[in-house]
């Protein structure tokens, strides 16, 4: 059934018994879930060093006690998420553990922050290494948005195929840049210790221009804050837990401390290097723009093919530090589809045993906002923080209330640990909030109520429809009589015998009725309905089916018609009323341009029809008829030219679908 | 039913009975169809002298001799149809007298040749109108698309009104041109006659510049080519007889002859005082560019407020000559589709007795015309008067066999009086081709062949239709069984025990059909089933409906149930399998974004189920249950803040319009 060309993209559809082989372990979880956190690294100490460049030189210097900031606030998340994992074994994530400790408003509060964080985070990240790739490569800065769009269909697809095989795709890239960047550090810090402090740049980073500010708290605090976007991801292993083969929860644990583990030496070894080679940002966007790791690569290993090899891991893993959003996103929209503040679909696996509709959604917001800002996304990058702090603090606080309400020794160390967790991210939220507010931050505080909005709206939506059709006991079979079927008719031709025969099959009461209006060709039916219906049927036996011929008085079938369904419904109150569409249907292209009267009338019936009305759809192929000789003979233009046409000379038209053509009523 | 606003824009429907009334005379017949044709006097002429400024001054006396001959041309058209109105009295139009006379083929080039004229018509009219006063208020500019498809929906909604609404409506404005111009031109005459064919200009022309070329032939007739564009719009009331009331052919004869005289006296006057005062064209798009007319105007009448008033007359006829368009194009479809050349709706009269559909289209075609070329359709011109001058040749070529194969002296003389028509019209066509074909007169020549085919195929598909369904003879009822009745359920709410109650009263044999899926809530149905359904249905003496449960490997819905309609299909080739389609319809704007799996089921049943299957829908309206107080709160942000969703907490989703939920099967 045409499925082929699905199952070469996503690859044959798994069993449901399969799900522990999609299963996965830290070596494949690095990269499924560590992309986004461990992308980090680059952009992290680039966005403080940013804040800093009115420093000058002096910038280097305080590079170093915030990386050591940073890497305290990311110790602190850290041991907090080793105890939501324990916790919360199911994939608790901000929104579980907020709800169950915070109340519903506050899990809704988290989810949302999440939501925009990881859709913001799939634009960010793609356009932030196809923009790294253009400068590298400039003839391809024309194709910005094709190639941010091609990196997200490719993300989309291989997150689609199912968990194992993102694993496996995305493993190669990841621990190559691990190897490199971890090289690059050991190799600058080696040098930097045996020089004493002073190590000799192999190539040799842009002069750092003089300082026009001194280093006010404020300034660094604001550093600090922009820097704090390297912890973003490191939520996503305690979101997604089962993805984990048994032991679960060790897997998962192991997998958070291989992350952070990475990500603090990361940040510790760009914040000495920085200081040692003196490296600082240059501004982005003006001409010798250079971003701080490529200073320090440079610096550590000249302008090699060492340097191209490590640059261009970078450049992958922020391409495809995406990917991280797309193994939690679905999940978020599955605990939020459980919970009924999304439909069912984001809460079934699809044919590979990933959450589909939550992958496709991501991958369609995350277009979006690609095409939406031709795939230069920096502006976002502000807003993207907000949801991640927010989830984060809400996640702590609520396993504070956890703890507390666990009691016993083990708990309060426990409820110190993620106190403090609690503080500092939330410290860290004020901070962006109130400094990047005026940078578009406040986007995020806007769009936040209007998820929350929608997620209730959907829920409030559920719970009415289950009010609305929730019944008990035994079916009530009292009362129950054949419907009334209405059969609108044109002319006696062969999709109307087809539905008159299901009507006489189906009940004994059957109206054929007729709307006379401004018909092009008109068939008088009243003297062959006698001959053709009325005694077949009863030399058959059956009922016999009643013409009705109604005038429209304004040329038009839908008024009159359904007029008479109303009376037929008022007259029968306890009757359904069985309205037969033949439909004709030809399976071209062109199908869904042309036969739209059947369409219209099937929903004026269920939009407005009533309780009592039900719609007998009978389709009629095209293929049932065996096809004329006229009928297969195709259009050419050497057939148009030379003959063709004429054979087709005046035939009526067929319109067969609903009927209008004179006849005189027979009452019976 | 919320007609009330589509009354008051379009007036109460008008029974058919009342088309008498809604016929016109002559007096409404010149501002109906005479628009297009009266609008030339002011762009024919400017077009031929356009052609001619390198000319210099001897272009004013070249314009004389060439407005003569297009007069002629002018009168041979108007005699031929004369004759076409009084042997076509049902509206003969280019399409019926190519197809009677000269073949099926002939007759789908004129009509195609037509059809793009009138569109083209409507773009270029209006656009010129609003181009003229956007050049007179500048102010206006930035609001050109804005005003063009403003004055659009005007004239398609006045004439979705009806024709004696569009007759009074265009009458003031019609009548106030003639008056004006037709003033203008005498006081202008009697001023030339007076002062022995030298009067003095009240406000002097621009200087006209020397000459750069001397005349050549060909340069004379692409001006007289040029200037022939003053003819479109003459064929309108042949192709409109049936609108005039009786006399209708008098009556017709009336109009053209009012048309066609007024026509020839502004021709024949702007002429002669082009040569009187010695006015030139002004090169287009340039500064000091001021319209012939204009010229004109101001020489007669100096720049006090009747130049004003005649200049904004001949503004608002240049933006009203779009509605001939409205009135003929309408026809041309309506030919069409009596042919079958077209879907059947364009022969159907609407509400207000006028050809809904063919008026429509050409809105939404001149719209996009307008919206692609953003109101400036200068390029189209060329394009215009082909359509027009193929439709005539045809035509008058028709009416030349028309009269052969009549025979008779009276035929004689008509013959020639055709024959010479022909020449001319025909002779005049080819000079056009020749002279605009670089200026993009090769797109009508691409776009009629593409039209001819589009007519074509849907005239084969007509047919193949018909040949498919046509059936003879009395109503086959052999082998006539009730039909199998198919349905998916999840739990037996009310939504299922609704369409339950149909299949039992409808057929013995039901199968109630589960799907078990990835279910968030499951509901064991095979206890409930034996009490809640097989019990009373036997109670009651019904056949009991059997319960199937179907295993999805893949964890979705319509493999597994397609299947099984298949099997059963298979299984009882003689049968009907009605598949029903519980669907739960809230009368909302977001139905059509939420409800999409019942539409989905029944989509791909009506396209892909067979010939066996028919479909039942079950339409079932929120507002046919009990609200409870949930479902009937509003969502607002205190209500959020304060309460609301807690009372909200736990309850199990709903999604009932198909099921999936697991259960033992019972078979039978």
Same mark, same amino acid.
């Given at each position: 059934?045409?499925?082929?060309? #699905? ?24 990269p499924v879930l560590g992309l986004d956190a461990l992308a980090s690294?680059?952009y ?28 305290? +606030? ?38 949302s922050a999440l939501a925009i964080d990881y859709i913001l985070n799939v634009a960010v990240g793609i356009s932030a290494g196809v923009g790294a ?11 910005t948005v094709?190639l941010c769009l091609g990196i997200l269909a490719l993300l989309t697809i291989v997150n689609l195929?199912? $968990?194992?095989?993102a694993?496996?795709f995305f ?30 740049? $192999? %190539? ?15 300034? !660094? ?8 976007t390297?912890?973003t991801g490191?939520e996503a292993?305690?979101n997604a837990?089962?993805?984990? #083969? ?28 920085? #200081? ?10 003006? &001409? ?28 992958m893993v922020l391409c495809l530090s995406a990917n991280t959003s797309f193994a939690d996103f679905p999940r978020v929209c599955?605990? !939020? ?12 696996? @699809?044919?590979? $045993?990933v959450y589909t509709a939550g992958i496709i959604t991501l991958a369609f917001a995350a277009a979006l906002l690609l095409l939406v800002f031709k795939g230069i996304t920096d502006r976002l990058i502000?807003l993207f923080a907000i949801g991640a702090?927010?989830a ?18 083990? %708990? ?31 986007i995020t505080?806007?769009v936040?109520?209007?998820l ?72 008088? $039916?009243?003297?062959?309905? #006698? ?36 009376? !037929? ?43 009592? +009305? ?35 000379? @005046?035939?009526? &038209? ?15």
């Open positions: 059934m045409g499925k082929s060309w #699905r199952e070469k993209l996503l690859g044959a559809p798994l069993r449901s018994e399969e799900e522990q082989d999609e299963r996965i372990g830290p070596a494949a979880g690095v690294a680059s992290g100490p680039e966005a403080a060093l940013s804040i800093m460049i009115s420093l000058g030189a002096a910038a280097a210097m305080h590079i170093g006690p915030i990386a050591l900031a940073i890497v305290l +606030v990311l110790v602190t998340v850290y041991f907090s998420y080793r105890q939501t994992i324990e916790a919360y074994p199911k994939g608790g994530g901000s929104f579980a553990v907020a709800k169950e400790n915070l109340g519903e408003r506050a899990g809704l509060l988290a989810a790739l253009v400068s590298a490569v400039p003839a391809l800065l024309p194709l094709e195929r199912g $968990l194992r095989a694993g496996l493993m190669a890239p990841t621990y190559l840049f691990i190897g490199c960047l971890g090289a690059t550090l050991a190799v600058g810090i080696y040098r930097a210790l045996a020089s004493g402090g002073h190590p000799t740049p $192999l %190539a040799a980073p842009p002069f750092v221009p003089t300082a026009t500010t001194a280093a006010t708290a404020w300034l !660094l605090l604001r550093a600090f804050s922009s820097g704090c390297a912890l490191v292993v305690s837990v089962p993805i984990f #083969r048994q032991p679960t929860i060790k897997l998962a644990r192991r997998t958070l401390t291989l992350i952070v583990g990475i990500l603090g030496i990361f940040l510790l070894g760009v914040g000495f290097l920085c #200081r040692a080679y003196h490296i600082g940002a240059t501004p982005p966007g003006q &001409p010798g723009f250079q971003s701080v790791l490529s200073q320090i690569v440079g610096a550590v290993w000249g302008r090699g093919p060492v340097y191209t090899m490590t640059m261009a891991s970078i450049l599955r605990a !939020l589809a459980l919970d009924e503040y999304l439909p069912a679909e984001f809460a079934h696996r @699809g044919s590979r $045993l502000p702090f927010g984060f603090t809400l996640s702590q606080a609520g396993m504070v209330m956890h703890w507390r309400r666990r009691g016993g020794r083990h %708990a309060k160390k426990s409820l110190l640990v993620n106190l403090a967790g609690a503080l500092v991210t939330g410290g860290t939220l004020i901070i962006i909030i109130v400094s990047k507010f005026t940078e578009g931050a406040w505080v806007m936040v109520p209007i929350i909005w929608l997620f209730s709206a959907i829920r409030r939506y559920h719970c009415k429809l289950q009010a609305a059709s929730a019944t008990e006991g035994p079916l009530d079979l009292s009362a129950l009589n054949p419907p009334i079927v209405v059969l609108p008719l044109k002319r006696l031709d062969g999709v109307t015998r087809k539905s008159l025969r299901l009507a006489l099959a189906v009940s004994p009461e059957i109206h054929a009725v007729q709307v006379l209006t401004e018909a092009m060709q008109t068939e008088n $039916l009243s003297e062959s309905w #006698r001959e053709c219906v009325e005694k077949p049927a009863a030399e058959a036996g059956w009922h016999t089916p009643k013409l009705v011929v109604l005038n429209s008085a304004y040329r038009e079938f839908f008024g009159p018609f359904l007029e008479y369904i109303k009376k !037929l419904a008022l007259e029968n109150p306890n009757r359904t009323i069985a309205v037969m569409v033949p439909e004709l249907v030809e399976r071209k292209w062109y199908h869904f341009i042309i036969r739209h009267r059947a369409t219209l009338l099937k929903g004026l019936l269920v939009w407005g029809g009533g309780p009592q +009305v039900a719609i007998i759809n009978t389709p009629w192929y095209m293929r049932d008829f065996p096809e004329s000789g006229v009928a297969r003979k195709r259009f050419s233009i050497l057939n148009w030219l030379g003959l063709g046409l004429d054979r087709l000379h @005046g035939r009526p &038209p067929p319109e067969i679908e609903l009927g209008e053509s004179p006849s005189t009523p027979r009452p019976r």
